[in-house]
């Protein structure tokens, strides 16, 4: 998917509920984050496709009325909407009611300031923007330049990676240069646009 239009517009366009083209493009920017906080809030994998289903639900029903506050971010409002609708899943389910009671713990606010949602979210935050932009920069390098990081990311040396890939040590290095400065730039475009 193309970045050429801000979150903010994005978020525009699709409170209207008439701009399909616009719903894709938030369902393909957002749906991983979501499923990311479900499955990271103990839910199994068959259960959280019904509870991503609810989020896309009530994201879609609540957009038109969604108003951005100045003080807070989309993703955070995006992580409360999935944690409500697995707080809810788990409430359906009574006799459940000691795993809620275990999730309602782990989400309370800790010493530190933060609740663990809040960790939680972070985290796959960061996952999240690092995989959009290797996915990015990944079309934009040819050659043997993604390989190089990758198997620099493996804790492969240079001279393992010059030896595998057959490029001389002085290459590896400018390549592994490259592809991590384009990936810390399309990093940093990604959490502007998106945060």
């Not at 951005?68 to 993703?75: A, G, I, K, V, Y």
């Not at 190089?148 to 393992?160: A, D, H, N, T």
Request: aromatic residues 8%.
């Amino acid at each position: 998917m193309e970045y050429d239009k801000t979150r903010q517009t994005l978020i525009e366009r699709i409170r209207n509920q008439n701009d399909g083209v616009a719903w894709e493009e938030f369902v393909e920017s957002y749906e991983l984050y979501i499923y990311a906080i479900i499955r990271r809030m103990g839910i199994s994998a068959d259960d959280c496709k019904d509870i991503h289903q609810d989020v896309l639900l009530k994201i879609w029903n609540h957009l038109p009325d969604y108003r951005q506050n100045p003080n807070t971010r989309f993703r955070g409002w995006l992580s409360t909407v999935t944690a409500n609708s697995v707080r809810n899943f788990l409430r359906s389910r009574a006799n459940k009611s000691k795993t809620l009671d275990k999730l309602e713990d782990s989400m309370k606010i800790h010493s530190g300031g933060g609740s663990e949602l809040d960790r939680i979210a972070e985290e796959e935050w960061e996952n999240f923007l690092a995989d959009k932009a290797m996915s990015a920069v990944s079309q934009a390098f040819s050659g043997k330049g993604i390989e190089v990081f990758q198997m620099s990311l493996q804790g492969k040396s240079i001279e393992e990676i010059s030896k595998a890939l057959g490029l001389e040590e002085s290459s590896v290095y400018q390549l592994r240069a490259r592809v991590k400065k384009s990936l810390v730039k399309e990093i940093s475009r990604l959490r502007e646009e998106l945060d």
